[in-house]
């Protein structure tokens, strides 16, 4: 029994010895009530054996004659000893006289069923919080989440009309009904529904905030491949993975932007999959990952603010119709520099959560304000060899541990396509290549991925980016036959590019002894096709670092725009795009990358001064034999 506060007490409850009578509240139930315990009553019914007494809307019982004092009639009021609660559920109350007591008011306590013991066809009472309100043309369908699960409560009160409109998303409830079964998975038939305030609220909110942060941790597993940089970021890893786990947990959907390249998707491919996993099993649903995450590559190396608006206007909508919280938002391979930070700043206008993993040369000062977590190697001194596909097989493995096998060879494919030179790549190539992946295998995945990038451009491409990495995908004829094709298409592709260009290309030996190759893709390469310029230029750039076996430098541009390759050449362009922006007024300048490929953007009527001061910077460097590229980074705009 909970007691209230004292009713006619003027001392404390603790010191005062006069005895208790109980005033319950109409809801309380057998349960709230205990033998030979004081309570006020009133008279329903008057018999020639004694009278009925009601001590709340659901307990009453008979005091007989012969414990009966006084004559009553309906509606008096008196005080009664409960003296008897028989196997067959009635009670039996006696008059009681007392010359001092004091009140004290109960109020109701539920048994209270936890939403993973619902079983069908029971009454049940739930406490938990309302992570989603989403109004049918029937019924109002409150998501609620508690410590062990998620459970749909329909509510009706007439068609298309919201029930309980005092209930908002994030309150704490008391929910009663009966479970029923509604596609497979329990759902609650609302009785009653009532929204928790003071103690009571706080109370079910710390139970589910405890619960959940316990369910979110992550699993433990172990590494891939040993290598020391990469520890480094596990923790960091680690905690990401918890807030992923949390966010499914608390029915919040997930929208992930990706780079539109073969690192980009496989770092956000396996960690989608994982995602999806573990919302079916969270929501008792195989429907459930269709409304909760959404993955879409992006085109630009940065959050542009057409992407953050569309994100933005779904999101909205999606609260709007379906009565969802807003997302969070995952940046892969992308989202750790200046140029993130208008978009970032929009999406603080409605409280976005924003998690970064990303291996781009970061700018923490301009955007970690802005991040609820960001992981970047360079935020523990290491570098871009470790790529974000990388991490993000990890990432997905702490996850869903059950992906790994399916995962062993992501890795590599993901280091190859971006060009890695980490001193572990020959063990993630031994790694596939026991999972039967040969390393010319994994180079014609990552060309078939960046293929399809470029020809999904905007659209998520869920089942044919499966079966090209072989990750999800449940027909690996298919997916060997799908790679082949693709691969193939990207080699023609880029063959025809190339040899169109080739005549173009202009070349100079700069001051500090390194080739310098540039090309105006505007008037020069095949537009609005395969290979697109950041892709051109890391193809023009490979072959003339093979045929040269020096220093080289490559920079192909447009009409505002130049995407930038080096080897051998210690160049920081990030750096540079900040000093040309200060330097030449009136250009515009802006973008970034690695600290050897990236691509910058200016006002078309000051490329010649963009370009012309970007070569004397690039003159201006040192050079460094075994400086590696981070090359086939698709940088440029299509």
Not at 114 to 132: H, K, N, Y
Not at 146 to 170: K, M, N, Q, S, W
Not at 186 to 206: F, H, N, S
Request: hydrophobic share 40%; glycine share 6%; aromatic share 6%.
């Amino acid at each position: 029994m909970t007691a209230g506060t004292a009713g006619d007490s003027g001392t404390d409850a603790d010191e005062d010895s006069r005895p208790i009578v109980y005033d319950l509240a109409p809801d309380c139930t057998a349960d709230d009530v205990d033998v030979d315990d004081y309570y006020h009553a009133v008279v329903n019914g008057v018999v020639a054996y004694g009278v009925f007494v009601d001590v709340s809307d659901d307990v009453s019982g008979l005091v007989h004659e012969s414990n009966l004092i006084g004559d009553y009639d309906v509606g008096d009021r008196l005080l009664v000893r409960l003296d008897e609660i028989r196997e067959n559920g009635d009670v039996a109350f006696a008059e009681a006289t007392l010359d001092d007591y004091r009140t004290v008011a109960v109020d109701h306590q539920p048994t209270v069923t936890p939403i993973d013991a619902l079983e069908t066809g029971e009454t049940v009472t739930v406490e938990a919080t309302v992570s989603q309100i989403k109004q049918t043309a029937g019924p109002t369908v409150f998501r609620c989440c508690d410590a062990t699960g998620i459970v749909a409560c329909t509510a009706f009160e007439d068609a298309g009309v919201r029930a309980y409109p005092d209930v908002e998303l994030d309150d704490a409830v008391r929910v009663t009904g009966t479970v029923e079964e509604h596609e497979g998975s329990p759902q609650i038939e609302v009785e009653a529904l009532a929204r928790l305030t003071g103690e009571a609220a706080d109370e079910v909110k710390e139970r589910v905030d405890a619960g959940l942060e316990a369910r979110a941790e992550p699993h433990d597993v172990d590494p891939l491949v040993e290598w020391d940089a990469f520890e480094k970021l596990r923790p960091d890893l680690r905690a990401v993975a918890k807030q992923l786990r949390r966010t499914v947990l608390d029915g919040r959907p997930i929208r992930v932007r990706h780079h539109a390249d073969g690192d980009g998707m496989c770092a956000s491919l396996p960690v989608q999959v994982a995602l999806e996993r573990f919302i079916r099993a969270v929501h008792d649903d195989d429907d459930a990952p269709r409304h909760l995450i959404k993955r879409l590559p992006s085109k630009a190396p940065y959050y542009e603010m057409e992407d953050v608006t569309r994100d933005l206007n779904f999101a909205l909508e999606g609260r709007e119709r379906h009565g969802q919280k807003l997302p969070l938002l995952l940046m892969l391979d992308n989202g750790s520099t200046e140029e993130d930070v208008p978009a970032y700043e929009n999406l603080a206008h409605y409280d976005v959560p924003i998690v970064v993993v990303d291996h781009h040369h970061p700018d923490p000062d301009a955007v970690d304000h802005l991040l609820d977590a960001h992981v970047n190697p360079y935020l523990v001194d290491e570098d871009y060899r470790i790529t974000t596909g990388m991490m993000c097989v990890e990432l997905a493995r702490m996850i869903d541990p059950d992906m790994t096998e399916e995962l062993r060879h992501v890795p590599a494919v993901a280091g190859l396509a971006d060009r890695s030179k980490a001193e572990t790549m020959s063990d993630f190539v031994e790694l596939a290549d026991a999972e039967g992946y040969g390393r010319e295998d994994l180079v014609r995945i990552g060309e078939a991925l960046d293929y399809a990038a470029h020809w999904l451009r905007y659209s998520e491409g869920k089942t044919l980016v499966s079966d090209v990495l072989n990750v999800d995908c449940d027909d690996e004829r298919r997916h060997e036959e799908l790679v082949d094709f693709m691969a193939d298409r990207a080699e023609r592709d880029i063959d025809r590019q190339l040899a169109a260009l080739d005549p173009h290309v202009e070349h100079e030996r700069l001051d500090n002894d390194a080739h310098l190759y540039r090309v105006d893709l505007d008037d020069f390469a095949h537009r609005f096709t395969y290979p697109a310029p950041g892709k051109t230029t890391g193809n023009l750039h490979d072959r003339k670092v093979e045929e040269t076996g020096d220093p080289v430098i490559t920079i192909g541009y447009g009409p505002d725009f130049a995407v930038l390759r080096s080897d051998g050449v210690r160049l920081d362009i990030p750096e540079m795009v900040a000093e040309l922006d200060e330097e030449i007024v009136g250009g515009g300048v802006s973008g970034g990358g690695h600290l050897v490929v990236g691509s910058i953007k200016f006002v078309a009527g000051m490329r010649s001064d963009v370009i012309d001061a970007l070569v004397e910077k690039m003159a201006d460097a040192e050079l460094d034999e075994e400086l590696s590229s981070a090359a086939a980074l698709d940088h440029g705009d299509d």
